[in-house]
């Protein structure tokens, strides 16, 4: 069995490339909320104290970190406030997991482990119940659903898919913006404007409904999360931004990342001043259109709201599980 070596948080940020290598080769998981851009800003931004603990060998990696809560020590995954990261990457999930298993089996440090991002019945399942080692308890956690769409067939097959309703009122939503004048076009973001440009962004948000009732992520540890994730997804390539514009001014955005052939949707939103004119709807198929030509396969919308119902086919369930001793 091979051997994972302990290493520092900061050997898997400077081996950003390399971590997602391992994430884009492992089944059956949340891809992109488990990349590195992802859960290092969200271990930074939203976890409060923890302690990094992270392992690496030829086997792939284990992100997670050491917490105090009531009930006792936890080794939980870097990002565990929506709970869709899985902290074991690599493309044999049974060997990462019984070497991570004979790893904490030697760690004193430790009263449980969460598993989270785990989708039931995959091989990270399997390897978890039938790996325990004398005296360890397995316990079922909390389910997160995603919704999930196919951009097959392009936007006329993702159009098709929808029903009847569903396209007419998105129609009349993109003939309403064009008549009032607004026009989406897509914004590249990179290493050198990523921080201008998630002002603009933020500063959409503050004049949106959520922005102006305080639910936003213009402010708050929600801004630092995507200040934090902003600059490595921009500098990898994997930003995707575009912003609406009326009268010489921004008024709506969608920002969303892309990962081994797919897009995960991020955030949207306008100007509230615009909310009677389906902004979101058409920022959403706006964004549909370009990822299509880019040859992309799947939007994951991420964690269910009633209204991502209409513009998905599949609903995703991930599970955390969890290993006490």
């Not at 898997?12 to 851009?37: E, G, H, K, M, N």
């Not at 709970?83 to 904490?104: I, K, Q, R, S, Y």
């Not at 955005?253 to 979101?280: C, K, M, N, P, T």
Request: glycine residues 10%.
């Amino acid at each position: 069995m091979s051997e994972l070596v302990a290493v520092e948080l900061a050997t898997l940020a400077s081996s950003a490339a390399s971590f997602d290598d391992a994430v884009a080769a492992t089944p059956a998981i949340d891809r992109f909320c488990s990349s590195a851009p992802w859960i290092l800003a969200a271990h930074a931004a939203l976890m409060g104290e923890r302690s990094p603990r992270v392992w690496a060998g030829a086997l792939g990696w284990v992100a997670l970190a050491r917490a105090e809560r009531p009930g006792g020590r936890y080794l939980e995954p870097l990002e565990l406030a929506w709970g869709l990261a899985c902290p074991l990457v690599g493309p044999d999930p049974a060997a990462l997991t019984e070497a991570f298993l004979a790893a904490a089996a030697d760690d004193p440090d430790w009263d449980a482990i969460l598993c989270a991002g785990v989708t039931p019945g995959s091989a990270h399942h399997r390897a978890l119940r039938s790996r325990l080692r004398p005296g360890w308890r397995f316990g079922l956690g909390p389910t997160t659903e995603r919704y999930v769409a196919s951009l097959d067939g392009g936007v006329d097959g993702f159009l098709a898919r929808r029903s009847r309703n569903f396209r007419k009122a998105v129609r009349a939503d993109q003939r309403a913006a064009a008549a009032a004048g607004v026009q989406f076009a897509p914004v590249e973001v990179t290493a050198d404007n990523a921080v201008a440009t998630l002002a603009r962004v933020m500063a959409i948000e503050a004049r949106s409904w959520k922005g102006q009732a305080g639910l936003g992520v213009d402010a708050g540890p929600m801004r630092a999360f995507y200040e934090h994730m902003v600059g490595p997804l921009a500098a990898a390539g994997r930003l995707r931004l575009m912003i609406g514009r009326a009268d010489d001014a921004d008024v709506a955005f969608i920002l969303g990342g892309v990962f081994a052939g797919e897009y995960r949707g991020l955030q949207f939103s306008h100007d509230a001043r615009y909310r009677a004119l389906g902004l979101g709807n058409v920022s959403q198929l706006a964004q549909i259109e370009a990822l299509c030509a880019e040859g992309l396969h799947t939007y994951d919308l991420g964690t269910a709201m009633d209204y991502k119902a209409r513009w998905a086919e599949q609903v995703i369930a991930t599970t955390l599980y969890a290993i006490a001793r």
